[in-house]
Every structure is written in structure tokens, then in C-alpha cells.
């Protein structure tokens, strides 16, 4: 009795972590080719203009995204209690060491304290801009950027452009960005 509630907790709580940080199960073939086609439409439908927004970098100023036009940005929603935006930290650097002369990253901190997203930042050497986003402001920044669950990586162009979003840590993303910069 006491092992299977046991079972139970343990399931329960690794379902949890995995609904929060966004991961999806592994598809079949079917399955891969409908959320691409899903993925296509939502790249292809957000050529619109990136929506604007303000937010608290580390020292407390406020980090405008349209004062970033020019070059390249990516948006990276993430957060110290997400385990898959922990994991592609590693991912994020070295995309980030290629190619920071023709892109910038801004990494959104969502769902933490304060203190929990400088600590994260500090402890992960993360060297690119950091913003936090108040919970009172996720909402609609989310709903803004289609940030289903987390990480979720917004591209722009230097236009203010939104070229492409990608939800969980998936490797198509650091694919894309290497057929973006090998022009």
C-alpha cells in the first residue's frame, strides 16, 4: 500500500515538472508532421511587427525591446525552476559565442522571485541581456509571444519582425539559427 501511494507521488510530481517546462512526449511520424505544418502557420501568420515591451534588466533599468532593431533578437522565456531551460542553457551559449556579433539575446525570467532570477543568472554565468517579467505582466506578454509552456524562443529580424517561435528546448531551434547566419 504504501509503495504504490509512493508510485503515485512520484508520478504525479514527474508529470508536474514536465506539464510546467512545456516538453511534449515524442510524436510519431503523423504526430511530427501535423505540429510542423502547426508550427509553419504560426511562423508564417507572426510576419507582423514583434509587440514592444519594457522590462527590469539586473540593475533595475528599464530594456526596451525596440531600442535592440538592427540585428537580430531572440527572445528566450525561461525559467531557475524550468528544468529543460536549465538543460539548453549550454546550447543557448554556444549559439550565443557564434553568433553574438549578428544577434542579440534577451532572456526573459518568468514565474520567479527576484532574488531566485539574479541567483540563476549569477550561478549559470549567463552573459546575455536578462530581463524579469513581473507576474502581473506575463499574461499578456505571453499571450503576446504564444508562450505555451516553457523555454519558448521568439526570433526577430532587425526589422522588429517576429520570424519564427519555438516552444521547448528543440534542437530545430539552434538548426535554424545556423541556416540564418550561414548567408
Not at 505571453?142 to 522588429?160: E, L, M, R, S
Request: hydrophobic residues 40%; proline residues 5%.
Amino acid at each position: 500500500m504504501k509503495k504504490s501511494f509512493l508510485t503515485i507521488a512520484l508520478l504525479s510530481v514527474t508529470l508536474s515538472l514536465v506539464a510546467a517546462c512545456g516538453q511534449r512526449p515524442k510524436t510519431t511520424e503523423t504526430e511530427a508532421t501535423a505540429e510542423n505544418a502547426e508550427a509553419q502557420q504560426v511562423e508564417n501568420v507572426q510576419a507582423d511587427l514583434a509587440p514592444d515591451f519594457e522590462l527590469p534588466d539586473l540593475q533595475g533599468n528599464p530594456l526596451k525591446l525596440s531600442s535592440l532593431r538592427g540585428k537580430y533578437v531572440v527572445l528566450d522565456f525561461w525559467g531557475s525552476w524550468c528544468i529543460w531551460c536549465i538543460r539548453g542553457i549550454p546550447h543557448m551559449k554556444e549559439a550565443y559565442g557564434k553568433y553574438k556579433d549578428k544577434m542579440e539575446i534577451v532572456g526573459i525570467d518568468c514565474q520567479d522571485t527576484e532574488e531566485k532570477w539574479k541567483a540563476a543568472v549569477e550561478e549559470h554565468q549567463l552573459p546575455w541581456l536578462q530581463v524579469r517579467c513581473p507576474d502581473d505582466q506575463l499574461q499578456k506578454l505571453a499571450q503576446q509571444y504564444n508562450v505555451q509552456g516553457f523555454p519558448t524562443k521568439a526570433i526577430i529580424d532587425p526589422d522588429g519582425r517576429l520570424v519564427k517561435i519555438v516552444m521547448g528546448e528543440d534542437p530545430a531551434f539552434y538548426t535554424f539559427l545556423d541556416g540564418l547566419f550561414a548567408k
